[in-house]
């Protein structure tokens, strides 16, 4: 009896020492206010591994390893002491980052965190999302273009999408005659289906996989860019 007491004291001890050293584990999501609201994504794993700043095609251990090999620079191992989290990236580099746990997800330094959820099975989404894009290019003095590219996405509960994306270009120069104004608009339909963090879309005869998960105010994360609720 004493034997079995004692070994389910080491197991316990073993298994409380574990959580400590790698108790965070899956993809986290945040805006950097430091670098204009940019998207960022840290990837942890139970195992003590990290991926930060890069955001993978796929929430796998396969396509964790094949992110990490391609950006090493992001990728290493974490220690969590206290309210200091540690990094030690495959490039030999490290640095310690503050901690705290904040409403369900993580402050690091200045940085705040969501945890990123998955769908269930089968799930249905209603509704459209869009994103827009725009920017400005300026060549000569007096000669600017301006690119836009608003991309939306219907989703609905038979199972039905709507892709639809309209690019404008408007170049302006003092040049008489040499303004130019076009616009090109490309539109798709198909079946989509949901699954954890994977969006199926089939359309035009071919199959895609995308990474989706759901954001604050009912936008949608698709392959790293928000798509706001319309």
Known sequence: MLLKTKATLILLLTVSASLQAAPLNGLYFGLDNMRGFAEVYWWFLPDGRVLRDT?????????????????????????????KLTL???????ETWSYKPLNGGIQLNYLILAPVEKYPAGARLNGSWDRAFAATVHSLPGSNTTITSPTFYTFRPD?????????????????????????QQTQSTGTYTVGNNVLTLVRNGATE????????????NIDGMVYKKR
């Open 55 to 83: 955001l993978p095609t796929g929430l796998t251990v396969d396509k964790f390893g094949a992110a990490c090999q391609q950006h090493s620079g992001f990728c290493g191992n974490y220690t969590l002491n206290g309210d």
């Open 159 to 183: 199972g039905t999408f709507t892709f639809l994306n309209v690019t404008g270009i408007d170049a302006t120069s003092k040049v008489q005659g040499a303004n130019i104004t076009s616009s």
């Open 88 to 94: 030690q990236y495959k490039t030999g580099n490290s």
């Open 209 to 220: 996989q995308h990474m989706i998960f759901p954001v604050a105010g009912g936008s949608l």
